[in-house]
């Protein structure tokens, strides 16, 4: 995180694209060893994982020019010398989208403004009501726009929060009670911080999403040790998520995430119970409390 000034002379935070490619790559250098790629390994190691000249080596580069990256000038690089990069060092598709996106950013770093809080179309509104699963929409920063009756009483009454901590990611690190929901919330914690990396990745100057990297950086020792392992992910799909309920227990839900054509990017997350479960009965007990209308 760094921060960059607007025209009228404000400070911002915004994402450090040059630091996140440098710390990105050798994150990614530290977690190979010479024996895991069929490299020889000479002596002690200061560091762990391949050295510079190793992973050029690997990538079929002088080590001059994979260095140019690591110090955080990628610009200079061809898509195929990423590729061979992203192969050298064994990258995930993820990965490998995420480390394009810091070497060959589309367009040059302007900070965004925070833009007003995205609104939900009436069909999606409706669609959400319609769904006999839990259900909510997130943007890229994983502020929660909408949700429905099911979501609520399956992870708690957003609705009684202010609109500005109704975030995925802040809930996850900064709300016991949201944390208490989920069986493992270690485990769920480190998939969110996964989200949060590619997404920001995709937005690295928008003052609003580095703003909230930071209060959860500046509130929470998890969060800041789990954000220095770079990890990235998309958001898992048809993975099983166990559940914790004050008044059903634990149950099992499968978690669905799709995107929402049009407009700004915003997804559906939707879970749903194994036909014929106990995790199905458990869904069906919650849907039958009365509950007040959300606003």
């Known amino acids: 995180m760094s ?12 994402l450090d694209r040059r630091t996140e490619l440098r710390e990105f790559l050798r994150s990614r250098r530290a977690r190979l060893r010479p024996e895991d790629v069929g490299l020889p390994s000479h002596g002690r190691r200061r560091v762990p994982g391949l050295r510079r000249e190793e992973l050029a080596q690997l990538a079929g580069v002088s080590y001059a020019y994979y260095a140019r990256p690591e110090q955080g000038y990628g610009e200079t690089m061809s898509a195929e010398v990423l590729d061979a990069v992203a192969r050298a060092l064994r990258l ?46 997130v943007d890229r920063r994983l502020d929660i726009l909408g949700w429905n009756r099911l979501a609520a009483a399956v992870f708690g009454d957003w609705g009684r929060l202010p609109p500005e901590e109704r975030n995925v990611a802040r809930l996850a690190f ?10 493992d919330p270690d485990s769920t914690a480190w998939k969110i911080v996964g989200v949060v990396r590619m997404n920001a990745g995709k937005s690295p100057d928008d003052a609003h999403f580095s703003s909230l990297i930071q209060e959860l950086s500046h509130k ?21 998520v166990r559940m914790r309920h004050p ?3 634990e149950f099992d839900l499968v978690h669905e995430p799709m995107a929402l054509p049009g407009g700004a990017p915003m997804r559906l997350v939707t879970y749903h119970a194994e036909p014929g479960s106990r995790s199905e009965e458990a869904l069906r007990m919650l849907a039958s409390w009365e509950m007040e209308p959300l606003p």
């Open 247 to 249: 008044l059903v227990g």
């Open 3 to 14: 921060s960059q000034v607007t025209p009228d002379g404000q400070a911002t935070p915004g």
């Open 174 to 183: 900064l709300s016991p009670e949201a944390r208490e929901r989920f069986a």
């Open 220 to 240: 929470s020792e998890e969060f800041r040790q789990l954000w220095a392992r770079h990890e990235v992910s998309c958001g898992t799909v048809g993975e099983t």
């Open 92 to 137: 995930n598709v993820e990965e490998r989208d995420h480390l394009v996106r810091l070497a060959q950013p589309e367009r040059p770093s302007v900070t965004q403004a925070a833009p007003p809080r995205q609104r939900l179309r009436a069909g999606v509104r409706h669609l959400l009501d319609a769904l006999g699963v839990p259900a909510y929409v």
